[in-house]
């Protein structure tokens, strides 16, 4: 008796993790990742936000935001296929800077994906108002549900739904482009004048330190593209599929959110119309309530879709966690639970539930403080891809970037000085965050440096 539970003991403890499956490759992992980026919402939710402080120079911040986001996504195309793990960013940099670092990037990416979904999602009611009118806290909690429930489901088949409905917010987002370019109030010399609407008769000036200090939004507009490195574990032949997925990700998610910008800077009736930010109204005033109503209620499946993919993404974040021993025995056992889809049934449910009961909560600083997440985050990819051709890895087969060095080198530089021109109060809330995550690594994962935090990647990937 004593001998049979020894050896369960020993077979538990050897026993292999438990492993995603391998059933998408790059059209169906850029449909996802594209869809996390979600454009249309991204454009008609956060966009409007950033005309309302920068005016006529919101295409000029996110086409450099834009620009910055390059040498980012060769940082993930590289380690995204040098470490294709579920746990992303946190199981790259924990092999590559240390598992503090990897804890940090961790809790930054939880950081991000946790809020961003409920607050999309409580923009849904905004868009279906001209079929019907909903409470914005309810119906963004009926978003996360729906949205939690088609998580359940197999990675292929929301592969299928998440890409339909990927192509109705690109056809809103070209519709809205066409509009504007073809109602255009003043010329393409306006994206770069540096203009938002004031009380008196002449305009504000935009400075450049404003456009600056918008760059973490601009950032976060983007960022989804690193969706692709959740995914590695589930793409076929990650060390090629992760970086086409990233790189084509990033470049037409920017195309479809900088264009629009264009159009509706140049095509908005004045500067007090385009700082308002009401979009839907002005594609109404460019065409007819009818076309209006189709672009709105796009969005609105665009929010969803949104939805989504980032229950998805969260999902496995929370299940690589599990896997890699970052909580007590109980929860980690439970996140690691795969469903009969070959889903992470509990992690969907714990990233879902929650954001249904934060669409009750008043969001409105979390932007900022996700904007010094995501500028956080993508300093630690950075750190990790200066180390990443050390020791073994070096040897490693893997798409490396160009211009290596010097690529992380100015990132790390740019990202710093973007950092430190931030809101105070948003520094100060994800740092408090930081500090608290600090203390469980200290207090907790430390101790425990054998049984805990013990970060891996899928067998298949390493040979």
């Known amino acids: 008796m004593t001998d049979t539970l020894q050896k369960s003991v020993v077979d538990a403890a050897t026993a292999p993790a438990p492993g995603l499956k391998r059933s998408i490759g790059v059209v169906g992992g850029t449909l996802l990742t594209l869809s996390c980026v979600t454009p249309a919402s991204t454009l008609f939710v956060i966009v409007p936000d950033l005309f309302s402080s920068l005016g006529t120079a919101t295409a000029l911040c996110i086409a450099i935001g834009s620009l910055l986001c390059i040498p980012v996504a060769f940082c993930y195309s590289e380690l995204g296929t040098l470490i294709p793990s579920a746990g992303g960013e946190y199981a790259i940099v924990s092999t590559l800077a240390g598992r503090l670092a990897g804890w940090l990037a961790f809790v930054m990416s939880l950081l991000v994906v946790l809020i961003v979904p409920p607050v999309i999602a409580m923009g849904t009611a905004d868009y279906l108002a001209p079929v019907i009118h909903l409470d914005p806290a309810w119906t963004g909690a009926g978003v996360m549900i729906a949205a939690t429930l088609a998580g359940l489901l197999d990675l292929r088949a929301n592969a299928w739904i998440t890409g339909i409905f990927l192509v109705l917010e690109v056809v809103a987002a070209g519709i809205v482009a066409v509009l504007g370019f073809t109602h255009t109030h003043r010329g393409a010399s306006s994206l770069g004048s540096l203009q938002v609407g004031g009380t008196h008769a002449h305009p504000d000036i935009v400075t450049a330190m404003m456009v600056v200090s918008g760059l973490a939004i601009a950032l976060f507009v983007t960022q989804g593209f690193s969706t692709a490195v959740y995914l590695s574990e589930e793409l076929e032949n990650p060390r090629r599929n992760v970086a086409r ?219």
């Open 245 to 463: 997925t990233v790189l084509a990700t990033l470049a037409i998610s920017s195309v479809v959110i900088l264009v629009p910008v264009a159009a509706i800077t140049m095509g908005a009736d004045d500067l007090q119309a385009l700082t308002g930010g009401d979009i839907s109204t002005m594609v109404i005033a460019w065409s007819n309530s009818a076309v209006g109503t189709f672009v709105s209620l796009c969005v609105a499946l665009a929010i969803i879709n949104a939805g989504i993919v980032m229950v998805i993404q969260n999902s496995r974040v929370l299940f690589a966690s599990a896997r890699d021993k970052a909580w007590p025995s109980p929860v980690n056992n439970s996140l690691a639970k795969l469903g009969r889809f070959g889903s992470p049934w509990v992690a969907t449910l714990v990233v879902g539930v929650p954001g249904a009961f934060l669409c009750f909560v008043n969001l409105d600083t979390l932007y900022g403080v996700t904007g010094v997440a995501v500028t956080g985050l993508y300093l630690l990819v950075a750190i990790a891809a200066l180390l990443s051709r050390r020791g073994s890895h070096g040897a490693r087969k893997a798409w490396r970037m160009p211009l290596w060095p010097a690529v992380p080198v100015l990132l790390i530089i740019v990202l710093v000085y973007i950092l430190v021109e931030q809101d105070t109060a948003y520094l100060l809330w994800t740092g408090g965050i930081t500090a608290a995550a600090t203390l469980y690594w200290a207090f907790y994962l430390r101790p425990r440096r054998d049984t805990r935090w013990l970060v891996t990647v899928p067998e298949d990937t390493r040979a």
